[in-house]
């Protein structure tokens, strides 16, 4: 059957009626069965038409194979939703047929205009993204929540910015402490994600979904820049990521937290390529500071959380403690309660030939801690200021190298579009040369601030010792890696290899 299809806005004197479009229509066909579906009073600026919309219908019904317009704005003024329309026709195998413009699909002609109309359509497309796109942009750079879930320890606060209604977060003072403590303990410990949430779930605390936390949903909160006092270090870390940032190094001044945007693969181990994403600052204030923050950041790229295999379970000193015959691992074993020390070089490698007594781990973790008390109670405390002092001058020197670099790099890339191919070709290998300088200088930024994410100066050092007998077994772990290097034992005597 052939659908006939007319529409009028209004009555003008000058605009062809009804009655006059279906008869031009009747003029496309002879003895064909038709019906006719009409809207009078209707804008073509959209396709909410009840006889439009029926005909639609009795289209998807396959009772229609061919439908006839006066003119194709009968159909729609908007080429996005005329486009839209055709797709409907061709995928029921309609036809479609406009009397005045001679648009017949059933034609070569009709099937080349119809490609060309496509084409303007997806032009529509691709602007109407592009627009949405650069406002969305646009609003983030003025720091405006831009929807979505509110993040975990957050609540929103219904604003208005130059005259335009937005969100600013605040904190929830129901989760706010949670918040705090995941941050405070994944940065300052060696606390696994699992742990960490199986923690918070013995603790009752509930996950942003209500239910029980996991070791993912820890993450994305941890990776989350909404919670820092964004400052010069959060600036340089997204920057040399390859991250797009809105405002001026001059905005990060320690006080508000951010925004970021942009697709992410939050399945990926590691989330360290920020290429096609944007930072900007938001408007409200950050709960975190920037060095906790970046201690999370710095554990979760280098993936240094432990995992559940049930090393080291067994003694703080695990991992540290070598025969003094052979240098191999010796590795901590219970029988009972008694826990005792194996030379992996004489039970797993068979080349020890020393003639070992047994090493009980309780003597040895005794004199051990006696050395570590003895040790930082003798030591200064201006020498420990001092020597804190010390390694943040050069880690702020190594930060203004960068800069320094990253300047130089600028100025080369400048000069890279006046040069001839012989200076362009010194220009790139200058900047690769610089490039690689600013990687060992970022490393070593990373390695002094943050230290394997265990305490970063002899000073938090010192007060943990000062407590020792209040720390559990994963933070005197902690301490102990931070401070010594290798335990070796003989029969003899046992030897303590100092990194301080």
């Known amino acids: 059957m052939i659908a006939i299809y007319a529409r009028q806005s209004i009555d003008k004197k000058d605009s062809i009626s009804i009655e006059s479009q279906i008869d031009f229509c009747k003029k496309e066909f002879t003895t064909e069965k038709y019906k006719v579906y009409s809207d ?34 009968r159909i729609s003024r908007s080429i996005l939703d005329f486009a839209k329309i055709i797709e409907l026709f061709k995928k029921n ?4 047929t406009s009397a005045t413009e001679k648009f017949d699909t059933s034609t070569p002609m009709g099937n080349a205009m119809l490609n060309i109309t496509m084409v303007f359509a997806q032009l529509e497309r691709e602007t ?43 904190p929830n003072p129901e989760e706010h402490n949670v918040l705090i403590k995941i941050f405070d303990l994944y940065s300052t410990t060696d606390i696994s994600l699992g742990k960490l949430s199986a923690l918070l779930n013995q603790e009752g605390h509930k996950s942003p979904n209500g239910v029980n936390w996991e070791g993912q949903k820890i993450q994305r909160i941890l990776r989350n820049p909404v919670y820092v006092m964004a400052d010069a270090d959060v600036y340089s870390y997204f920057q040399n990521r390859g991250c797009k940032i809105s405002n001026d190094i001059s ?19 590691k989330y360290t390529d920020f290429k096609n994403h944007v930072l900007s600052i938001g408007l409200h204030k950050g709960f975190i500071s920037s060095h906790t923050w970046l201690s999370c950041q710095y554990r979760l790229d ?30 901590v074993s219970k029988y009972k309660d008694i826990r005792y020390l194996n030379c992996r070089g ?22 051990v801690e006696t050395e570590i008390i003895d040790r930082f109670s003798d030591m200064d405390p201006v020498t420990i200021k001092s020597s804190d002092n010390v390694n943040n001058i050069e880690i702020n020197q190594c930060k203004l190298k960068v800069i320094d670099i990253d300047n130089q790099i600028n100025r080369l890339i400048e000069k890279l579009t006046l040069s001839n191919d012989v200076v362009m070709d010194y220009i790139n290998k200058k900047i690769l040369e610089l490039d690689s300088i600013k990687t060992d200088l970022l490393k070593t930024i990373e390695k002094n601030t943050i230290n394997d994410h265990l305490p970063n100066s002899l000073f938090e050092i010192s007060k943990k010792i000062a407590v020792w007998d209040t720390l559990d077994l994963e933070e005197k772990k902690v301490i102990t890696k931070k401070i010594i290097d290798k335990v070796f034992i003989t029969n003899d005597e046992i030897k303590i290899s100092w990194k301080y």
Not at 154 to 168: L, N, P
Not at 306 to 320: A, E, R, V
Request: charged fraction near 30%.
């Open 128 to 170: 109407i993204q592009r627009r949405i796109k650069d406002n969305y942009y646009a609003r983030g750079k003025k720091g405006f929540f831009m929807g979505g879930k509110t993040p975990y320890g957050c609540i929103k606060e219904k604003i208005a910015i130059d005259g335009v209604k937005t969100s600013m977060l605040q």
């Open 346 to 367: 004489k039970t797993n490698y068979k080349v020890c030939t020393a003639d070992h007594k047994t090493y009980y781990v309780d003597e040895i973790e005794k004199y």
């Open 302 to 331: 280098k993936n240094k959380q432990l995992k559940n295999t049930g090393k080291g379970k067994y003694s703080w000193l695990s991992g540290l403690v070598k025969c003094g015959y052979c240098n191999y691992a010796m590795t």
């Open 40 to 73: 009078r009073g209707f804008s073509g600026s959209n396709t909410n038409r009840p006889q439009f919309e029926q005909m639609l219908k009795d289209i998807k019904r396959e009772d229609i194979s061919k439908v006839i317009v006066y003119k194709l704005d």
């Open 251 to 269: 905005e990060f001044i320690g006080t508000n937290g951010c925004y970021l945007y942009g697709k992410r693969d939050r399945s990926a181990a």
């Open 93 to 96: 195998h309609v036809e479609f």
